[in-house]
């Protein structure tokens, strides 16, 4: 059954992918979403025998790699942090399969794109179930290529292609730190399953341990987009909507959360690297909500709020609260996939339009999918008992109840970054739906909701966006709960949710949801009520120059350019020269040519035309044989040895002279 939930969702990818000319596009929908929907029944079944039963499952097929100092293995570990992550994983998956049967119902390549979105869910699956760090690996570079196909789906625009591309080499600077890992892991392990590392890690040298632990997070900060790997997620708002909800809410970017979380045995080891989690978390979380402010792309600003979320569960991550981690990986997923299908919805019926400043009045037109993206922006601001708040509050109280400075920098920032995330979604909430109409008239009266394939996706993501945080968190996040049994590990004396329960102040935990409520305020208030002030504020000199600074993401992609990519265009220019067709040719082709010339002409001095010159070299290789062979026979047995040497040297100086000897004959 275990591996049936991996099964499915390849063969409904082969069948579209492979077979779709033949089943057309409707066999092509009702494969995939069939596949999909048994292997979410599987999930939710192993969820309970494995999650809420305690049981986990191994399951073993071959040996990969066989020899002498290295064994890997193709085994699968279903445990309960595989099976917590297969719930949002498939139930999203799955959701958008049906989303998407209509969102894209008049593209004519809807078997290649229900094919990649398939496999995506494949290798999804594959990363978080492998049982050791190689397979992991496999499913990592799956979702790589994938996604990449994925966002450039629109092969024939220019845009999507540089999205893609960019997508791809930022994760390569991510693959190559977390490919040194791994092999620093099998170097220092001679292992890389997990229960062999993790059982060792206790007896290995600190120093190896964080540099080990900070590779693997150089590969997490480039797949969940932590600065300065996060340049390519808005980007990839080039795909189509259904794209963006499952790469940015449910899979891709949760990868390398996933990779920190299941190595946490390892990091727990590392106080260095759980503090530099801590600051790139906490710093990402604030650099994302301050660049969604000044965004007037739809999905961009939901693009930089999972950014901003990312950067929460990265600092829980620091924080060695890898439970509350896991915990905000799945409440996130379903109401940042509610956001980005609502946000489609929006766009599909608003004649593809995208920028907020030419939207206004839809919830009059559009009274559902209003709700549904007012639930999901609530959950996101952590409003009290929707399914953000059992995860995100509680990363921020976390954060203070350390009593370190790594702690209190991730509380202020956390705090403000609430306030901020706020401000931004209730701008997006008032621009498109609650502000006067600033379209063109005929696109608002064609506007109007979608079908049920849209409709009934939308409805359960806000069921859950409603109250499974509510349903699940005593159970992943309640104090004494030990549902994550051994998947987890943190130290003992990181563990901090008692202080945060009963020993903080209470304007403490209060703050976020105090800075939440006046950042939606401000939103209202501002572009409501007194939309004169950002006009105002925007003219000023101290406004442009803020609006350059966040509209230029603090200048990131800029740094880049002009330094670090020029730098390395230039420097493989000069290598291309200088060795490549330089000194390479010079040693190599050129070289070994010629060295091959020279030595077929000295070989053919040796041909002299004389019949007297090929008897005596007859004779010499005659003799020179007979030394060779039978001298232990001419000899001693005790200066065996030592007469041997000598004829050798003298065979070898005859023959060596001999050329130059029979040109003078």
């Known amino acids: 059954m275990y591996l049936s939930i991996l099964i499915f969702p390849l063969l409904g990818s082969f069948v579209s992918g492979f077979m779709g000319r033949k089943i057309g596009i409707t066999g092509s929908h009702i494969i995939t979403c069939t596949c999909l929907s048994i292997s979410s029944l599987l999930a939710t079944i192993a969820f309970y025998e494995v999650g809420i039963c305690g049981s986990p499952v191994s399951v073993y097929l071959f040996n990969w790699i066989d020899s002498e100092f290295m064994l890997i293995s193709w085994e699968f570990l279903f445990d309960q942090l595989t099976v917590s992550m297969f719930i949002p994983v498939l139930y999203i998956s799955t959701l958008i399969h049906i989303y998407t049967t209509s969102y894209l119902a008049e593209d004519p390549h809807n078997q290649r794109f229900f094919s990649y979105l398939s496999l995506f869910t494949f290798f999804m699956l594959l990363l978080v179930s492998g049982a050791n760090y190689f397979v992991m690996f496999i499913g990592w570079e799956g979702i790589g290529v994938v996604s990449y196909l994925l966002i450039n789906y629109y092969f024939t625009r220019i845009q999507a292609n540089k999205a893609a591309i960019l997508a791809l080499t930022m994760n390569r600077v991510g693959d190559m730190g977390l490919s040194i890992g791994f092999f620093a892991l099998f170097a220092l392990f001679g292992s890389v399953d997990y229960s062999t590392i993790f059982t060792l890690v206790p007896f290995m040298n600190e120093t190896a341990i964080t540099i080990i632990s900070l590779l693997l997070l150089i590969g997490a900060m480039a797949k969940s987009a932590q600065i300065p790997l996060h340049s390519w997620l808005p980007g990839s708002m080039e795909a189509p909507t259904p794209v963006s909800a499952l790469l940015h809410a449910a899979t891709l970017v949760t990868a390398g959360l996933y990779l920190l979380i299941r190595s946490s045995a390892i990091l727990e080891f590392s106080p260095t690297a759980l503090l530099v989690i801590t600051f790139i978390g906490a710093s990402t979380a604030f650099f994302a909500a301050t660049c969604g402010l000044v965004q007037n792309d739809l999905k961009r600003i939901i693009a930089f709020s999972t950014i901003s979320q990312l950067g929460y569960m990265v600092m829980a991550v620091g924080l060695s609260q890898y439970n509350v981690a896991l915990m905000h990986v799945v409440n996130h997923a379903f109401f940042k996939a509610l956001l980005f299908l609502g946000a489609g919805a929006v766009i599909h019926s608003f004649a593809d339009e995208q920028d907020?400043?030419?939207?206004?009045?839809?919830?009059?037109?559009?009274?559902?999918?209003?709700?549904?993206?007012?639930?999901?922006?609530?959950?996101?601001?952590?409003?009290?008992?929707?399914?953000?708040?059992?995860?995100?509050?509680?990363?921020?109280?976390?954060?203070?109840?350390?009593?370190?400075?790594?702690?209190?920098?991730?509380?202020?920032?956390?705090?403000?970054?609430?306030?901020?995330?706020?401000?931004?979604?209730?701008?997006?909430?008032?621009?498109?739906?609650?502000?006067?109409?600033?379209?063109?008239?005929?696109?608002?009266?064609?506007?109007?909701?979608?079908?049920?394939?849209?409709?009934?996706?939308?409805?359960?993501?806000?069921?859950?966006?409603?109250?499974?945080?509510?349903?699940?968190?005593?159970?992943?996040?309640?104090?004494?709960?030990?549902?994550?049994?051994?998947?987890?590990?943190?130290?003992?004396?990181?563990?901090?949710?008692?202080?945060?329960?009963?020993?903080?102040?209470?304007?403490?935990?209060?703050?976020?949801?105090?800075?939440?409520?006046?950042?939606?305020?401000?939103?209202?208030?501002?572009?409501?009520?007194?939309?004169?002030?950002?006009?105002?504020?925007?003219?000023?000199?101290?406004?442009?120059?803020?609006?350059?600074?966040?509209?230029?993401?603090?200048?990131?992609?800029?740094?880049?350019?002009?330094?670090?990519?020029?730098?390395?265009?230039?420097?493989?220019?000069?290598?291309?020269?200088?060795?490549?067709?330089?000194?390479?040719?010079?040693?190599?082709?050129?070289?070994?040519?010629?060295?091959?010339?020279?030595?077929?002409?000295?070989?053919?001095?040796?041909?002299?035309?004389?019949?007297?010159?090929?008897?005596?070299?007859?004779?010499?290789?005659?003799?020179?044989?007979?030394?060779?062979?039978?001298?232990?026979?001419?000899?001693?047995?005790?200066?065996?040895?030592?007469?041997?040497?000598?004829?050798?040297?003298?065979?070898?100086?005859?023959?060596c002279l001999f050329p130059s000897l029979s040109n003078k004959i």
């Open 356 to 655: 907020i400043r030419k939207m206004g009045g839809l919830i009059k037109f559009l009274p559902f999918t209003y709700t549904t993206m007012l639930v999901g922006s609530l959950s996101l601001l952590a409003t009290p008992w929707l399914t953000g708040f059992y995860s995100k509050d509680l990363i921020i109280e976390l954060a203070y109840g350390q009593y370190s400075f790594s702690g209190l920098y991730a509380y202020l920032l956390g705090s403000l970054t609430a306030g901020l995330t706020a401000f931004y979604s209730f701008r997006l909430i008032s621009l498109v739906f609650l502000t006067v109409p600033n379209g063109i008239k005929n696109v608002y009266l064609n506007s109007h909701e979608s079908n049920f394939a849209v409709v009934i996706p939308l409805f359960i993501l806000a069921l859950f966006s409603i109250f499974f945080g509510f349903v699940f968190s005593d159970l992943f996040v309640g104090m004494g709960s030990d549902f994550f049994a051994n998947s987890i590990f943190i130290n003992p004396k990181n563990i901090s949710i008692i202080e945060a329960e009963f020993s903080l102040p209470l304007i403490i935990k209060l703050l976020p949801t105090l800075l939440s409520i006046l950042g939606a305020s401000s939103a209202i208030f501002l572009y409501h009520v007194y939309p004169d002030f950002i006009v105002n504020f925007t003219d000023s000199a101290l406004g442009k120059n803020l609006y350059t600074f966040l509209n230029g993401k603090y200048f990131f992609d800029v740094i880049y350019n002009y330094y670090f990519i020029s730098a390395g265009l230039l420097t493989g220019n000069t290598i291309s020269k200088v060795l490549d067709r330089g000194v390479i040719e010079l040693v190599g082709p050129y070289g070994l040519a010629s060295s091959l010339e020279n030595t077929a002409n000295n070989i053919a001095k040796l041909d002299t035309g004389v019949i007297t010159t090929y008897s005596l070299y007859i004779t010499i290789g005659i003799l020179s044989l007979v030394f060779l062979v039978f001298a232990p026979l001419l000899f001693d047995t005790y200066i065996i040895s030592e007469y041997r040497l000598i004829v050798i040297y003298i065979s070898a100086l005859f023959i």
